[in-house]
């Protein structure tokens, strides 16, 4: 393991901030308010940001508009905090974004989860391998979703690209992901939860060392409370940030997690911080969920 990866191992070992895109009136997208909302971020103690994540949209985006989120969080970042790239698409289209993030500066990249809808085992590495590959400098972290997918697969991509140095794992399911660490490797790679805070406690109690986070935006002293309480093991602490977060995090999962961005955007827009508006096929909240969401976002310490 060189130095260079331990550095980026440790960066994953946090609170993995998923900032998300602020659009102007006109639908494009807001940079001075981009600007803003990251650098909120970095002056509330996150270290690690990710650009063009699920929360930012990152499906609804053009890819210049990748490109440009890319430039701002790099930009904004600067020495203050390590910046993990999402890249995805096509396999050409996922080569050039991380080879685009490289050329910035970033020295890492999140894959997420091919879209596609027929994933074999063997194409999944295939996928995962070809950017790994095509960027081998920089710590790559797959970001997994599928259930089925065996830990041996993933032992099998590091083998083949030892840049594979994490993993931002979002099954539904504790007991999984436990097994699926311990097949994988528990000590081999950096373990995020990819469900975000209500999934922290329990995936930490099976290895995890980081989790991701779109509530951050709005609120980013509850979640370094919460890591900071499962690093020294204070589960109880933990869980008092877990009940102050329950409703929002309940709001943002319904329906198959249909207002999870939206969510996040209300709550910031609650408090001035941004336009509400999402782009398709997302859609705004109705006044009661609002007036809702607004609440929550009151209470909390800011």
């Known amino acids: 393991m060189t130095a260079t990866y331990e550095t980026q191992r440790a960066a994953l070992a946090e609170v993995v ?6 659009f102007s009136e006109d639908g494009t997208i807001d940079r001075d308010t981009h600007r803003a909302l990251l650098r909120r971020l970095l002056d509330g103690g996150v270290r690690t940001l990710t650009p063009n994540g699920n929360t930012g949209e990152f ?34 289209t996922a080569v050039a974004s991380a080879r685009y993030a ?5 020295r ?32 790559v972290v797959p970001y997994i979703r599928n259930p089925r ?19 931002k794992y979002a099954v539904p399911d504790a007991a999984r992901f436990a097994a699926f660490a311990r097949d994988a490797g ?13 999934y922290a406690p329990s995936y930490f109690s099976a290895g995890a060392t980081g989790f991701t ?7 980013p002293s509850l979640s370094l409370n919460m890591i900071e309480a499962l690093r020294s093991g204070d589960y109880p602490a933990a869980m008092k940030v877990w009940e102050q977060i329950r409703r929002f995090e309940e709001l943002r999962a319904a329906d198959a997690s249909a207002n999870n961005v939206t969510v996040v955007k209300e709550a910031l827009a609650s408090l001035g911080l941004c336009r509400r508006e999402v782009r398709p096929p997302s859609r705004e909240l109705s006044e009661s969920e609002r007036s809702e969401v607004a609440g929550i976002a009151a209470g909390w310490p800011l």
């Open 213 to 219: 986070s779109g509530l951050v935006n709005v609120a």
């Open 186 to 198: 528990l000590e081999r790679f950096v373990w995020v939860a990819g469900l975000a805070e209500p």
């Open 149 to 167: 997918l065996p830990g041996a697969r993933l032992a099998e991509l590091a083998d083949l690209c030892p840049n594979v140095i994490g993993v």
């Open 108 to 139: 890492m990249v999140m894959v997420h989860q091919p879209v596609h809808p027929y994933v074999s085992e063997g194409g999944w590495l295939d996928y995962h391998r070809a950017v790994a590959e095509s960027v081998p400098e920089l710590g």
């Open 102 to 106: 490289r050329a910035l500066g970033a």
């Open 17 to 22: 901030a998923i900032p998300v895109t602020p």
């Open 59 to 92: 499906y609804a985006l053009t890819p210049e508009e990748r490109q440009l989120v890319t430039e701002l969080t790099i930009e904004e970042a600067g020495d203050r905090a390590a910046v993990l790239v999402g890249v995805g698409h096509d396999v050409p």
